[in-house]
C-alpha cells in the first residue's frame, strides 16, 4: 500500500504519535486495512504528513506493542496476522508443557497441600442461591467489614473482583489510554506486560533490588510523564522482593515531587498478590497517597487460585468508575464464593492453615536459598514462594534441568526490557544481596557473572532442599557445548 492510499483511509488529523497510532489501529480493527498489508515507510509517511520519521516510528512501535503491526526488517512493516487475536506472547511463554516431570517448580502456584480446606466453609453456605436485587450491594457487608479491618491503608472504597489480574485490568482500564506510558517493574510479572501490550500503552522498566522499585530509577521514568504506575508491594514475582516502609516512604516522595514538578495525574496500582502468606509486613504507598492508589488484595495463594476473587480499595471515585463498567458486563463476583471467602477468613482452623502454610513456605524458602548461595549461586533473600536465580545460560539452565527431571520457568518472559534496552535504577537484581558477609549471600562481583535467569517456585520444594539445590546449582553453573 502506498502513501496516497493510506492517506486516503485515513484523515490523520491528529499528527502525534497517539493520533496517528490510534487512526491506523481503527483501520486495522475495521478490517479496512487486511492482515499482510505492507503499510508505507516511516520516512514516506512522515514526508507525506509534515511530521517528523521519529513521529511515525512512535507510533509504529505503539502499533506493534499493540501487537497489530510487525516489522519484517528491511522488507518493511505488515499489518500483523491474527492481529485481533491480541498477542500474550509472555503469559504463552510461562506455560508449563503437559509432560510430568519428578518436580515442577515452574508454575508460581501454591502446594495444594498447604491451602486451607474448602469443605467445612461449604457446609455453612446456604443451599440455595442469593436471589437479591441485581443492583444490590455487589460486596457482602460482612465481607467488606473484615476487609476493611485488614486493610494497611485507609481506602474510600473496598470492592471485591475476579481475581487480581481482573482487578488490575479494570482499573488500567480507567487510567491508561493509547499510547500511554506506564512504569513496571524489572524484571516483573509477564501478563502485566502483556496487558500493556494490549491497551496500546508503553512500559517504562525500573529496576528493583531486595526492597523492590528503585527510588531514583522511579524519579528517572517518571519524567517520561507516565499515566500509571504497576508494582508489587511484597513477595514480587518473580524475584520475592518485599518493600519496607522507608522505601515506600521514598517511592512515595518522587511520586509527589514529580506531581509537583510536572503536574502529572497518575495513579499506583499496587499488586499484594501473596499477602496472607508473606512473613512480611503489609506495607503500600496508598499510607502516603491515599488518592493515587490503588491496593489489591489476591486470595489465590493463601486459599485457592479457583476461588477468582480479589480485593480492591481505593479512591472513591476510581473505584466506582471500575464497578459501574464492571456492572455492564460480568456484574458482581458471586455471593456463594464471597460466603466461602468471609467463612474462611473467619474461621479459626482455615485461619490456622493459613498461618501453617506462611510458616512452610518461610521455612522452604529459608532452607533453598542458603543451600543455593553455600553453593556459589547468588540469589536474593525473598518472602513467597518464588525464587529468582541467576544463571550462566537460561537455556542451558532448562536443558540440564530437564534431563534430571526438574521444570523452572525460564527467566525471559519476566523481562520487562530486552538485552541492552534501557531499565531505569539499579544494574542488576541479583546484585541486591551482594556485600552481606556470611548471611547475606554473595558479593556483587560474584553475581556479575549471572545475567541470564530463571524463576525457581520454592514453595513446591516440600523435601530434600540439599539435593534440589545441588542440581539448581550445576545447572545454574553450566555452559553447554555450543553456547546455550
Known amino acids: ?60 512501535q505503539a502499533l506493534a506493542r499493540a501487537g497489530l503491526i510487525e516489522s519484517r526488517g528491511r522488507a518493511g512493516s505488515f499489518v500483523r496476522r491474527g492481529a485481533t487475536a491480541g498477542p500474550a506472547v509472555r503469559m504463552r511463554g510461562m506455560a508449563a508443557p503437559d509432560d510430568p516431570v519428578r518436580l515442577d517448580l515452574s508454575r508460581g502456584t501454591p502446594d495444594p497441600l498447604l491451602l486451607p480446606p474448602l469443605g467445612p466453609a461449604l457446609s455453612r453456605v446456604s443451599a440455595r442461591a442469593d436471589v437479591g436485587s441485581y443492583q444490590a450491594e455487589p460486596v457482602l457487608p460482612a465481607l467488606a467489614a473484615v476487609l476493611r479491618e485488614s486493610w494497611p491503608s485507609e481506602a474510600a472504597s473496598i470492592v471485591v473482583v475476579d481475581g487480581a489480574l481482573d482487578a488490575i485490568s479494570r482499573t488500567l482500564e480507567q487510567v491508561v489510554r493509547f499510547g500511554d506510558r506506564v512504569v513496571v517493574e524489572h524484571p516483573g510479572f509477564p501478563p502485566f506486560l ?64 514529580a506531581v509537583d514538578e510536572h503536574g502529572l495525574d497518575l495513579v499506583v496500582v499496587e499488586d499484594d498478590h501473596s499477602g496472607l502468606i508473606s512473613t512480611e509486613g503489609d506495607v503500600t504507598l496508598g ?56 467463612d474462611l477468613l ?20 529459608r532452607a533453598l536459598g542458603d543451600a543455593l548461595r553455600e553453593r556459589g549461586v547468588p540469589v536474593m533473600h525473598a518472602d513467597g514462594i518464588n525464587l529468582w536465580m541467576p544463571v550462566v545460560s537460561e537455556r542451558s539452565t532448562l536443558v540440564q534441568l530437564a534431563a534430571a527431571g526438574i521444570r523452572v520457568a525460564g527467566g525471559t ?18 546484585r541486591a544481596g551482594g556485600g552481606r558477609g556470611a548471611s547475606g549471600g554473595v558479593r556483587s562481583s560474584e553475581s556479575a557473572r549471572g545475567s541470564e535467569f530463571v524463576r525457581v517456585t520454592v514453595g513446591a520444594v516440600r523435601e530434600d532442599a540439599s539435593s534440589v539445590a545441588d542440581a539448581l546449582a550445576v545447572a545454574a553453573q553450566h555452559l553447554a557445548a555450543g553456547g546455550y
Do not use: C
Open 1 to 60: 500500500m502506498d502513501v496516497s492510499e493510506l492517506t486516503s483511509l485515513a484523515a490523520f488529523a491528529d499528527t502525534t504519535p497517539r493520533g496517528i497510532a490510534a487512526d491506523l489501529a481503527r483501520l486495522v480493527n475495521s478490517g479496512e486495512l487486511e492482515a499482510g498489508v505492507r503499510l508505507p515507510t516511516v520516512r514516506e509517511l512522515a514526508a507525506s504528513l509534515g511530521v517528523s520519521p521519529a513521529t511515525i516510528s512512535q507510533a509504529w
Open 287 to 342: 499510607t502516603h497517597l491515599p488518592d493515587r492508589v490503588v491496593h489489591v488484595r489476591s486470595f489465590s495463594k493463601s486459599h485457592g487460585p479457583d476461588l477468582r476473587i480479589a480485593a480492591v480499595g481505593g479512591p472513591r471515585d476510581l473505584v466506582g468508575r471500575i464497578m459501574s463498567r464492571r456492572m455492564l458486563g460480568p456484574g458482581w463476583t458471586s455471593r456463594m464464593l464471597q460466603s466461602i471467602l468471609l
Open 346 to 365: 473467619t474461621d479459626g482452623a482455615a485461619i490456622d492453615a493459613v498461618a501453617e502454610a506462611r510458616r512452610a513456605y518461610y521455612t522452604r524458602q
Open 413 to 430: 518472559p519476566f523481562l520487562a526490557a530486552a538485552n541492552g534496552s534501557a531499565v531505569a535504577g539499579a544494574t542488576s537484581v541479583a
Open 194 to 257: 502483556d496487558l500493556l501490550d494490549l491497551l496500546g500503552a508503553e512500559a517504562v522498566p525500573v529496576a528493583i533490588d531486595e526492597h523492590g522499585m528503585s527510588p531514583d530509577g522511579l524519579a528517572s521514568a517518571l519524567r517520561r510523564r507516565p499515566s500509571a504506575i504497576l508494582l508489587q508491594p511484597r513477595a514480587q514475582n518473580p524475584t520475592g522482593a518485599s518493600m519496607t516502609p522507608s522505601r515506600a516512604a521514598a517511592l512515595a516522595g518522587a511520586i509527589r515531587s
